[in-house]
């Protein structure tokens, strides 16, 4: 298991570009985004289409390779590994979470959750994997498969899974996108209960409702950071949000 000290960054972005080439021209998606995601926080990255959030997420969280600048997660400097080692720290130190829950309807929740510890030859603890479902609230249903679950009930055992290795930093990219406004904001008060238990994380998304929830809000447009809010409302969000829009 892996989790980061109290006092060392979850996420460190330093200087990252990232550039899109195709036979029509070139997307500079990202511009030279520096940015520090402390430990123990949520924090929710916004900005209109084509702004680089999407970018930012997958090179934070090592699915995509920067051109430029250097990624540091829980300690471990990205750039450093290859793809082994890269895919190997990605299945201990961090959690996924997408609008797709990705789920095997074959598999039961508990063997849902299991399932990424045991593609990584890992041995899996029931009791370990019962705490991750417990954590949602899912524990009684251990033995459901997804189509016998509601969508909030399938996106909780996603949550659930990404977080059975205790991982030292969550990504989820709109985490609430394919679900209804009750639903989703019962995963968003997991999620920010799972921040103040001290978990890390870190979530794009396009609502300014769901965004609320986080300790700060990442504004990005044009590839670059153009402003953070710490705990701004719903409305308050909205308006940044509108001016960026404009």
């Known amino acids: 298991m892996t989790t980061s000290t109290a006092t060392e960054p979850a996420v460190v972005l330093d200087g990252i570009t990232r550039t899109y080439r195709s036979r029509s021209g070139t997307v500079d998606a990202l511009r030279g ?112 498969r997804p189509p016998e679950m509601s969508g909030g009930q399938q996106q909780r055992v996603a949550i659930a899974r990404a977080l059975h290795t205790r991982p030292a930093v969550l990504f989820a990219d709109e985490p609430t996108g394919a679900l209804d406004r009750s639903t989703g904001r019962d995963v968003l008060a997991l999620l920010r209960n799972l921040a103040d238990g001290g978990q890390t994380v870190v979530m794009v998304t396009h609502d300014p409702l769901a965004a609320s929830y986080a300790d700060a809000v990442l504004f990005l447009a044009d590839g670059l950071v153009v402003g953070q809010m710490r705990h701004g409302d719903a409305t308050q969000i909205a308006a940044r949000m509108t001016e960026l829009e404009r």
């Open 33 to 144: 985004v520096t940015h520090v995601f402390p430990a123990g926080t949520f924090t929710a990255v916004m900005g209109p289409s084509g702004s680089g959030k999407s970018t930012l997420m997958q090179i934070a969280a090592g699915l995509d390779r920067p051109d430029g600048g250097g990624v540091t997660i829980a300690g471990t400097p990205l750039g450093r590994l290859d793809r082994t080692r890269l895919t190997k720290l990605r299945r201990t130190t961090m959690g996924f979470v997408f609008q797709q829950y990705n789920l095997l309807d074959a598999l039961t929740a508990f063997d849902n959750v299991a399932l990424p510890a045991r593609l990584a030859g890992q041995r899996v603890h029931r009791a370990a994997v019962h705490d991750a479902l417990d954590r949602v609230g899912l524990r009684d249903l251990a033995r459901r």
